[in-house]
C-alpha cells in the first residue's frame, strides 16, 4: 500500500510540475513571444533548460522552507495527505491554465500546505505570515518602481535602446539548422541594436526562467520531500521534467495572454518589464521566500504601462485638478531613434494608432483568476484535510 501511495503521489507531483510549466512560461518569455523576437518552441525549450538550472542549485532552499518550516510537526505530510495537498495544487492550476491564465503557483502551493497544518494545528503561522506579507509587498513594488520607469525614463531607454518587434515576417532569433552545427540566426533587416535588444530581452526571459525554477520546484516536491521517502536529487530531475512537458504544451495559451492579450509589448517594454519582475523574484528567492512570479511580472506590465500613459500630463497640472489625459496606446507610441519627449508634451490624440496597451477584460480576467486559483487550493485542501476522517487527524 505504501509503495503504491508514493508512486501515485509521485504521479500527482509530476501533474503539478506540467501546470507549473504551463503558469511560469508566460511571464517568463511571453514579453519575448509577444515581441515576435523568439518563437513559442524556442521560448520552450530555454525555459525548460534555466528552470532546471535554478532548481538544482538555488531550489533546495526554497523546498525546505515549504517541505519542513512551514508547518511544525512535518509528521502531517504523509502520503495519504500529500497526494491530497499535491491533487490541490495542481487541480488549481489546471484550471488557471486551462483558462490561459498564469496562476501563482507559490500562492496556490503554500495555500494548500498551509490548508493541511491549520487543518492540523501545525501550521507555523510566523513563516506564513512572512510569507505572505511579501506576497503583498512585491507586486505593488514591481507596479510603482515600473510605473516610475515608465514616466520618467522610459521614452529615454526606448530612444537609446531603439529597437522594435518584428511583427510582420518571422521571429527575430531563430535557429539554422542548414548547418553541420546548428546556429544562431538574426532578421533579415536587423540592425545591430535590434540584435543586441534582442538577445537581451531573451536572456533576461532565461534568468527570469532561472529565478522561477529557484522557487516554483518547491511547489511541486516538497510535501512528497517532507515524508523523507525520495531524496532531493531525483525530486528535482522528476519535477524539472514535468516542467519541460508542460512548457512545451499547456504553456501556448499562457504564452498569448501575457505575449499578446495584455499588452502587445515592444521589446523596450519588455526588457524594463523582465529586469524588474526578475529582480525581485530572485531577492525573494534569495531571502527563502516562495515568490509569486506570476503576480510581480503581470503587475510590472500593467505598472509600466500605466506609467508610460500618464506622461501627457505633468504634477503641477495634476494639482491644479487637471484630468489626467490617459492614452491606453502608450507603449509603442514612439518611433525608433525618435527624440525623448517631455512630460506633458504629448496629447493623447499623438498615440492613438499604436497598439492598445493592456486590454481592460483580458487583465481583469487575468487578475480574478490568480485569486481564484490560490483560494480554490486552499480552501478545498482545509475541508478535505478538517473533515474527512481518511487522513486519520
Do not use: H
Amino acid at each position: 500500500m505504501t509503495e503504491v501511495l508514493l508512486i501515485v503521489g509521485l504521479l500527482v507531483s509530476v501533474f503539478v510540475g506540467y501546470n507549473i510549466g504551463g503558469a511560469t512560461t508566460g511571464p517568463a518569455f511571453g514579453p519575448a513571444v509577444g515581441a515576435n523576437v523568439i518563437t513559442k518552441l524556442m521560448a520552450a525549450t530555454l525555459m525548460s533548460i534555466f528552470f532546471f538550472v535554478g532548481a538544482i542549485t538555488i531550489g533546495p532552499q526554497v523546498v525546505e522552507t515549504l517541505g519542513g518550516e512551514l508547518v511544525e510537526d512535518t509528521a502531517i505530510f504523509t502520503l495519504r495527505s500529500n497526494v491530497a495537498v499535491l491533487f490541490f495544487i495542481g487541480g488549481a492550476l489546471f484550471v488557471g491554465n486551462y483558462a490561459g491564465v498564469p496562476a501563482s503557483t507559490s500562492m496556490t502551493a503554500v495555500g494548500a500546505i498551509a490548508a493541511l497544518g491549520l487543518a492540523t494545528g501545525e501550521l507555523n503561522l510566523a513563516v506564513l505570515g512572512e510569507i505572505v506579507v511579501w506576497w503583498i509587498v512585491a507586486p505593488i513594488i514591481g507596479f510603482w518602481v515600473a510605473g516610475i520607469v515608465g514616466r520618467y525614463f522610459y521614452p529615454r531607454i526606448n530612444a537609446w535602446v531603439a529597437i522594435e518587434g518584428n511583427r510582420e515576417g518571422r521571429e527575430m532569433v531563430t535557429i539554422d539548422r542548414t548547418g553541420l552545427v546548428p546556429r544562431l540566426q538574426f532578421g533579415e533587416n536587423a540592425n545591430r541594436r535590434e540584435i543586441t535588444g534582442a538577445l537581451v530581452v531573451v536572456g533576461i526571459g532565461c534568468l527570469m526562467a532561472f529565478s522561477s525554477g529557484t522557487s516554483n520546484i518547491a511547489n511541486a516536491i516538497a510535501p512528497i520531500y517532507g515524508t523523507g521517502d525520495v531524496e532531493m536529487v531525483p525530486l528535482i530531475l522528476i519535477g524539472s521534467a514535468a516542467v519541460a512537458v508542460g512548457c512545451f504544451t499547456i504553456a501556448r495559451r499562457t504564452l498569448d495572454t501575457l505575449g499578446n492579450d495584455i499588452t502587445n509589448l515592444p521589446l523596450t517594454a519588455a526588457i524594463v518589464v523582465a529586469i524588474i519582475s526578475s529582480g525581485i523574484v530572485i531577492g525573494l528567492s534569495w531571502i527563502g521566500i516562495p515568490a509569486s512570479f506570476v503576480v510581480i511580472a503581470t503587475m510590472s506590465i500593467i505598472g509600466l504601462g500605466w506609467g508610460r500613459a500618464t506622461r501627457t500630463t505633468t504634477l503641477s497640472e495634476v494639482r491644479a485638478g487637471e484630468e489626467t489625459r490617459v492614452s491606453v496606446g502608450a507603449l509603442t507610441a514612439e518611433a525608433e531613434g525618435e527624440r525623448s519627449p517631455e512630460i506633458g508634451e504629448e496629447e493623447p490624440e499623438d498615440i492613438p494608432k499604436a497598439s492598445d496597451l493592456f486590454d481592460p477584460s483580458t487583465t481583469a480576467r487575468v487578475i480574478l483568476m490568480q485569486n481564484v486559483v490560490p483560494i480554490l487550493s486552499t480552501v478545498g485542501a482545509f475541508l478535505t484535510f478538517r473533515f474527512l476522517p481518511i487522513f486519520g487527524f
